[in-house]
C-alpha cells in the first residue's frame, strides 16, 4: 500500500508558478505510475498529469499541455508537478495519485489533496 502527500500549493497571481510536491510512504514507490488530477468544488474530478514508473512516460491534459511538467525521484520517493503560466482556471484541489497502470483510470491510491488559488 502507499500513502500519499501533497504540498506546494497556495494563492499565486495569473501568470506566476507553483510547484506541488507528493511525497510517498513504503519502498514500492517506484513501481507505480504516479498521476495528479484536480478538482473545483461541484465539479467531477479531472486528469492533469501522469508519469509512468521510472519517469520516462509522460501525458498531460490539453488544457496544461506545454504549461505542466509532472516529474518524479523515486530515490526519495517524491512526485512533482511543475506548473507555469498559472491561470486563474487551474484554480482547484490538487491530488496526486499512485497505480499499477500507466492510464488516468488506473489509479489506486490517492492522497488528500492540496489547493491552488490563482489570482487574475
Known amino acids: 500500500q502507499v500513502q500519499l502527500v501533497e504540498s506546494g500549493g497556495g494563492l499565486v497571481q495569473a501568470g506566476g508558478s507553483l510547484r506541488l510536491s507528493c511525497a510517498a510512504s513504503?519502498?514500492?514507490?517506484?513501481?507505480?505510475?504516479m498521476g495528479w488530477f484536480r478538482q473545483v468544488p461541484g465539479k467531477e474530478r479531472e486528469f492533469v498529469a501522469l508519469?509512468?514508473?521510472?519517469?520516462?512516460?509522460?501525458y498531460y491534459a490539453d488544457s496544461v499541455k506545454g504549461r505542466f511538467t509532472i516529474s518524479r525521484d523515486n530515490a526519495k520517493n517524491t512526485g512533482y508537478l511543475q506548473m507555469n503560466s498559472l491561470k486563474p482556471e487551474d484554480t482547484a484541489v490538487y491530488y496526486c495519485a499512485a497505480g499499477q497502470s500507466f492510464t488516468p483510470r488506473g489509479m489506486d491510491y490517492w492522497g488528500e489533496g492540496t489547493l491552488v488559488t490563482v489570482s487574475s
Open positions: 508519469i509512468g514508473r521510472i519517469g520516462y512516460s509522460t
Open positions: 513504503g519502498r514500492t514507490f517506484s513501481t507505480y505510475a
